[in-house]
């Protein structure tokens, strides 16, 4: 059995967990619920060769860095970087948490997404800096776990590069 | 730490298990269930397997074992069942104890908390964004009533430009535009030679020239309370004694014709000093607006067709005035008597030469 722990990182409300509702099981509420301390889901992605079962740790979002509890992430061997694309502060948030567990348990696979892509006339990150990532040789996704865009991709990606 | 009594171990024991929901499990060196017990039904993980691996049957603990940092505390973790539990985990030689005691009030009290103050600081946010967005709206507003107010001035000036400002000022408000003067001085000059040079010198060197006749006509208007009417080709009219009437009409056209003559000879073309034509004839006209999209103000009457043939006659260099000019004249200007010449469509014509 391959199982892989992957950790949810982000800002709080920018969509953690609406976007493992959405991948696990393909709903979205418009209702705020703020996670406290985290809940695990798991779900399996297939590959021709090979199933993944990822175990999704929905961590608590923060709004300040410091409270967050890296301990948390022992074991992980994946990351969901999450930032609210109408927000532009939560991408220093999500590369800042992304320090911290790099420092603690060493550099892991992530893939970094941009969520409430549906958020047209609110959207606040410039092409050019999601393309400047995108030169870091990052896996980035622009994202809606209101409509599913992406999501599948962004998951199905992560478990690619955990599974090798 | 002072040991407790036993009493008082006996009742934090009682108190922790049932208010918390005590329930443990006991992981080996393989990673397997090695034993377990306590609440594990309040927990929904009764059908955990003794011997078998623990991470294979309760996901939590995927990739947590061997932890080298024990003890372990992972606070309010949200279990299959919905139940919340803070994790303890601590280390018995070579094996592990998994301690779960329940959270699930404390987590709820929390979340309740934190779900306001998150909500709170969402809707500031918000607020600030739109507040931002208000702003930079304002300002765009702002700027293009700027734009406009700009446009209308530069149009309002245009118009002034091209019309006599109380002339201008009568069209705004719609008035029909059709004046008789009795007494005004008409001028017309044009440069010496200027279809021929412009040949020579070409198109950038022409405009120049010409743009340099028109700015000296325009500017030495404005000095001597003159009107410069149009251009036509080369030839620049203008008139003294409109739109206001004034008695030195005749003096004004003269001292602006002299000051326009000096003002050429200072300017080069095609090698030579630019030197002009000038001629003048004074008496009644009619002014008038025409046109309704692109407006033109000109003058009408047997004075401006006389004028012209007047600068048509004139040699280069040469001021050329009627004799009614010159007899508004008077004495201070010390003309040259030109005697009577014939002129096309107006038979003899005295007129003399402004000095030099």
Known sequence: MLQKKICMLGGFAVGKTSLVRRFVQSIFSENYLTTVGVKIDKKSVAFPDKTVDLILWD????????????SYVRGATGLVLVVDGTRPATLAVALTLRERVEAEFGAMPFVLLFNKSDLTDR????????????????????????????????????????AK | MARLPK??????????SKERSAAYLKIDARQCIEAKGGNLGYYGLLSLRTGEPVADQLEIMEGLLPCPELPFHLPMMELPGGRVADLHFFDDSGSVWLLFLDATPERDHQQRLQQKAYEMTLLQE???????????????LRESQEGLSREYRRAESLLLNILPA??????????????????VSVLFADIVGFTERARSVGAATTIAILNYFFRAADLLSEQY???KIKT???????????????????????NYALELREAARRERFAGEALRLRIGIHSGPIVAGVIGKRRFVYDLWGDTVNLAARIQKAAEPDEIRISDATHQLLGPDFACEPLGETELRGTGLVRMWRLPA
């Open chain 1, 59 to 70: 961590l608590a979002g923060e709004d300040d860095i410091g409270s967050f509890r890296v």
């Open chain 1, 123 to 162: 959207w606040a990150i410039p092409d050019g800096e999601i393309d400047e990532l995108k030169q870091r040789g990052w896996q980035i996704y622009l994202t809606s776990a209101l409509s599913g865009e992406h999501v599948d991709d962004a998951f199905r990606q992560l478990a690619s590069m955990v």
């Open chain 2, 7 to 16: 009493e008082v171990r006996s009742w934090i024991y009682d108190f922790f």
């Open chain 2, 126 to 140: 918000r607020e600030r964004e739109l507040n931002a967005k208000l702003q930079s709206t304002n300002e765009a």
């Open chain 2, 166 to 183: 109380s002339i201008a000022e009568r069209l705004k408000a719609d008035e029909q535009i059709a004046d008789n003067h009795a007494e």
């Open chain 2, 225 to 227: 309370g003159c009107e």
């Open chain 2, 232 to 254: 036509i080709g080369d030839c620049v009219m203008a008139v003294a004694g409109l739109p206001v009437a004034r008695s030195d009409h005749a003096q004004a056209i003269a």
